[in-house]
């Protein structure tokens, strides 16, 4: 988010504590113009020996424990107003806007001006940018003389990288250029998508006949190019567009700009998001205060420290728990994290700071997410940070403590992940029943049923190898839902199985096969459908 976007969306989120402005002007008006001159006239000296007899009375013109008094107040009222510029994003649903890449896979990307060549580097950068993208949503498009969906939108980034590895210009049916059309694919990709998400091209430069549709309409989707050319090669027909070009870099500096963009462009997708709270900042300016405070350990400076508690007590006690979580999570929080295992003595400073939850958070923040799981006591948190660390079973057990809607929509998320397709859409079908409008509720419930159908006509569909002789040793189908026959196969004794050595050695690991014959049918039914629809 830029700072036009924040300065557009800033305002306060209870401008009722501005009431007491006023208040704190006259009282310190009060007492530095009055109650002080007051007290300096005496009945028994004449005022000029009256003042030549006063300690410190020349340094009355000058700061004085009433004027930081006042500045400390302000500070804590305009803090307890809610200052906001950004909302805070819903964890249970997604953390970060969906991506999609499209990579150009064409002769020219197999250059060596950019080492080991260009499309090595295109493949590195995209690895490494999916292994900063932990629980986010990102697909991946090819495209040459055609374009291709590869992998649809997953939060799963291992599922991408053999499908990324298989890609060279030998399995593109074409050559040529055809990014329009990707661009389109791209766009109707995110369509459905509850936040605006990014398109992310990464290619060798941009032909002049597709220009015209990246021109075309008001995106609603981010555009970032990362060009891979050498550094100092002009790239004039992307130049002219509305997005963002990063250029390859030796080092990570170009996956760091391309975090700053997604980030930013998720942060540009929240404000515009009414169903997410706005995200207070006012508790930072409870380290000026604190500032303020420490001039009254002066000598001499009396004045406020029984006003300070006074005051401080109810401020603390109002402050919102999001505040007070965000202004305990500071250093001490850190030092104690540098490590895995933490000393006993930082344990116990931290612990003296930090609530468990308050640790959590932190933890979670940092994307430590089984050290969160081992500090929150709040269950729909534990529930979440165990989800969110690959221990699905203890996730729903830990939810199952909750009757939110949010606690059953991610036990259903870590159903579909420990592929318990009937009980997720069971769960699913809590969270409509609890609130009918949640996000991304029925998307998931359609999504978990189509699965849990796919699997059972699998099944039907499958062949033991009974008629060959070829059947496991114990294979027994689910037949909850009534739509197969139970079965069981016993193989013969002298069957030789095959160790793990030798069955990792059977598989064909090498996916360029693969997409070139899927590319090369879905080539061909394009073709076709073009010339339909152009017709006689």
């Known amino acids: 988010m830029n700072l036009l976007d924040a300065l557009s969306a800033f305002h306060f989120l209870r401008p009722l504590w501005f009431l007491l402005l006023p208040l704190v002007g006259c009282l310190w008006w009060w007492y530095r113009f009055r109650y002080q001159q007051k007290e300096v006239a005496s009945r028994h000296f004449a005022p000029h020996l009256a003042q030549a007899l006063r300690i410190g009375q020349g340094a009355r013109g000058g700061l004085s424990p009433v004027d930081t008094l006042a500045a400390l107040s302000i500070c804590l009222i305009i803090g307890l107003a809610g200052p906001a510029w950004s909302r805070m994003a819903n964890p249970m649903i997604s953390q970060t806007a969906p991506l999609v890449v499209a990579m150009e896979v064409s002769s020219s990307m197999m250059a060596s001006d950019v080492p080991p060549t260009r499309l090595a580097r295109a493949k590195i950068k995209i690895e490494n940018l999916l292994a900063t993208r932990s629980g986010a949503e990102t697909a991946l498009i090819a495209y040459s003389g055609s374009a291709h969906l590869v992998v649809p939108l997953t939060a799963d980034p291992a599922l991408i990288k053999p499908y990324l590895e298989g890609l060279n210009p030998d399995v593109m049916p074409n050559e040529g250029d055809v990014s329009a059309k990707a661009f389109s694919m791209a766009e109707t990709l995110l369509e459905d998508q509850t936040v605006a998400g990014t398109i992310l091209f990464v290619s060798d430069g941009l032909s002049a006949t597709n220009r015209p549709a990246f021109q075309a309409g008001e995106p609603n989707n981010t555009l970032v190019f990362l060009t891979l050319l050498p550094e100092g090669q002009p790239t004039p027909e992307i ?10 870099s030796a080092d990570d500096s170009d996956i760091e700009s391309l975090e700053r963009t997604l980030a930013s462009a998720y942060q540009q997708a929240l404000l515009n998001d009414d169903r997410l709270a706005w995200k207070g900042r006012g508790v930072w300016l409870a380290w000026p205060a604190a500032c303020l405070a420490l001039l009254w350990f002066r000598r001499g400076w009396s004045l406020g420290v029984l006003i300070l508690a006074i005051l401080i007590a109810p401020t603390m006690a109002s402050w919102p728990r999001e505040a007070l979580a965000q202004q305990n999570s500071g250093t001490v929080s850190k030092r104690a994290a540098s490590t895995d295992e933490a000393s006993p003595v930082m344990s116990r400073v931290v612990d003296a700071f930090l609530t468990p939850d308050q640790q959590g958070r932190w933890w979670m923040e940092h994307r430590r997410f089984r050290q969160a799981s081992e500090h929150f006591q709040d269950p729909a948190w534990r529930g979440y940070a165990l989800y969110r660390d690959g221990q ?18 991610t ?3 870590a159903l579909i992940r420990n592929r318990q397709y009937r009980e997720a859409i069971t769960a699913f079908e809590t969270t409509l029943a609890r609130d009918a409008d949640y996000p991304e509720g029925a998307r998931n419930l359609a999504l978990a049923r189509q699965i849990f159908d796919d699997v059972e006509e699998t099944r039907e569909q499958s062949d033991s190898g009974e008629d060959r002789g070829e059947g496991a040793d114990d294979v027994v189908f689910d037949n909850e839902e009534q739509r197969g026959v139970e079965t069981t196969v016993t193989g013969d004794e002298g069957d030789q199985l095959l160790t793990p050595d030798q069955w990792i050695s059977s598989i064909d690991s090498d996916t360029g096969d693969y997409l070139r014959q899927r590319f090369a049918l879905e080539a061909t039914r ?11």
């Open 239 to 248: 130049d002219g567009l509305d997005a963002q070009q990063v250029s390859v």
């Open 392 to 409: 699905y079973g203890e996730a729903v057990a830990t939810l199952g403590q909750l009757e939110t809607a949010d606690a059953s929509f």
């Open 411 to 413: 036990q259903g998320l």
């Open 526 to 536: 394009q073709a076709t459908n073009q010339a339909t629809e152009s017709g006689p």
